[in-house]
């Protein structure tokens, strides 16, 4: 697909004027918007255990864009740590303001890392600041684009798309990828959230979209062939809640082996002990294995099996 992307000149001439940063699973893509005299804006800046990476990379685009550009925004289309976790380091390697969805712009000010999902979740974010708020229905201008900020609750309540009418280009986030979506959080702490999502889907379906930019992968075109595997995996979750419960905890060990690269199997089942938000998926699941220190060998050793972690000497590894 990515391929094709490149050759084909309807989807170019969309994408002329961005630079995609597509990054690993521990971080989320970055896009970079040349402003063209305007500055560069930045949106989603990454996990801060790649923040330097994150800042070489802008200062190499922008380097190769000539003329001088500097980096004059970076906003954040949600605030998983995965999405913001730069934020600092591009802040001060840059000077720049960095904004962010409205609706999560107290909890930044506050540092509430409850609010924020890092202490549930058990997850790392440098702390920021903020300067900004990307306020649903209002318009993003980053010189030659304009960018509708659009809600997208579902995966994260506060999560915003941005989404460019002239060209067409969609920047997803987690809201849709080509083969489904993010984990739906609040699912996981007893809210409804999955008709949520089915309402973001059946949003982007409306728009005029020609290429989605999403939070993980490559761009895509078959923006229906999306929609209709996203639906299909909500249907399955509707279908069996318990089912997206037991995928978000393999997903929430595996994103913590991916930050600790490796760890002894004591201290991962420690941290499934001690996670509020593993604890309130074992709840949900009524507990099964009897302990969450046993429910956690079990969730290892069936990510060992699909190959996405690895044992060695005691340890547990990514893979």
């Known amino acids: 697909m990515a391929e094709r992307l490149l050759t084909d000149p309807a989807t170019r001439a969309a994408l002329d004027g961005l630079t995609l940063f597509e990054r690993g699973w521990l971080s989320s893509n970055n896009v970079l918007v040349h402003g063209e005299g305007a500055g560069a ?183 229906a062939g999306a929609l209709q595997r996203a639906r299909a995996r909500l249907a399955g979750f509707r279908a069996d809640a318990r089912r997206h419960s037991h995928h978000a905890a393999k997903v929430l060990l595996k994103y913590h082996l991916l930050e600790k690269g490796r760890q002894p199997l004591a201290g991962v089942l420690r941290w499934v002990e001690r996670t509020p938000l593993a604890h309130a998926v074992w709840h949900r699941l009524g507990q099964p294995q009897g302990s969450l220190a046993a429910w956690g060998q079990a969730l290892i050793d069936e990510l060992v099996a699909a190959g996405a972690l690895m044992r060695r000497d005691g340890d547990v590894l990514n893979n």
């Open 41 to 223: 804006t930045l949106v989603d800046a990454s996990h801060c255990l790649h923040g330097e990476q994150t800042v070489a990379l802008v200062r190499h685009a922008l380097q190769s864009a000539g003329q001088g550009e500097a980096l004059a925004h970076v906003v954040n289309t949600h605030l998983h740590s995965d999405h913001c976790g730069g934020n600092a380091a591009l802040a001060r390697a840059f000077g720049v303001p960095v904004s962010v969805p409205a609706a999560s712009w107290q909890a930044v000010q506050a540092w509430d890392e409850d609010a924020l999902s890092y202490r549930p979740s058990g997850q790392r974010c440098e702390r920021f600041q903020a300067q900004g708020r990307l306020e649903t229905g209002a318009v993003l201008d980053t010189g030659p684009r304009r960018w509708q900020v659009l809600a997208a609750p579902g995966h994260d309540p506060d999560s915003v798309m941005l989404f460019d009418d002239d060209h067409g280009v969609l920047i997803s986030a987690d809201a849709l990828w080509a083969n489904g979506f993010g984990v739906v959080f609040p699912e996981l702490e007893g809210e409804q959230a999955f008709d949520d999502v089915g309402a973001v889907l059946d949003l982007i379906e409306r728009l005029p979209v020609r290429v989605v930019i999403p939070g993980h992968g490559a761009p895509f075109t078959d923006v």
